[in-house]
């Protein structure tokens, strides 16, 4: 595409591989594609990790967890279906009296804080809204009718 671009003056569309990137095959995908000639290699590499915030103990821990594979890369990395679980916020009075246990960390700040921030250039919620399954970004307040 580089080539072409050069030669015809177009536009250049970037390529890009998504994957979950929680196996050894995708590791060795990602190498791959960003290791070849600058003509050759992907514009950029999209994951999703859907482990990574529920193994680690602290958000230093998860940051590291998170971008360990990525800190040589010469690529931009987003990271796709990234989420929140809202669990640990007092329930609604009209949800059940007992809601799930918290989740131990919260992966949204984890994301747009360093030194994850130095090695990704953005990501994609899960769910933006927080739904029946206590994942989003936020609470909607409950509608009135005026």
Known sequence: MHR????????IVPVAYGADNDGSRDRQIFEFLRTREQSERI?????????????????????????APFTHTN?????????????????????SPTPPPPHPLNPTKTLL?????????GGCPYEFNLGSNDYGLIRLLPTNPI
């Open 43 to 67: 514009d950029f590499w999209t994951f999703a990790k859907y482990t990574w915030n529920t193994t680690s103990t602290s958000q230093s821990q998860s940051s590291s967890d998170l971008t």
């Open 75 to 95: 690529i931009p990395i987003f990271l796709s279906e990234n989420s929140s679980n809202f669990s640990s916020l007092p329930p609604q009075p009209t949800q």
């Open 4 to 11: 072409q671009n050069q030669i015809t003056g177009q536009r």
């Open 113 to 121: 804080t360093s030194p994850t921030t130095s090695h990704f250039s």
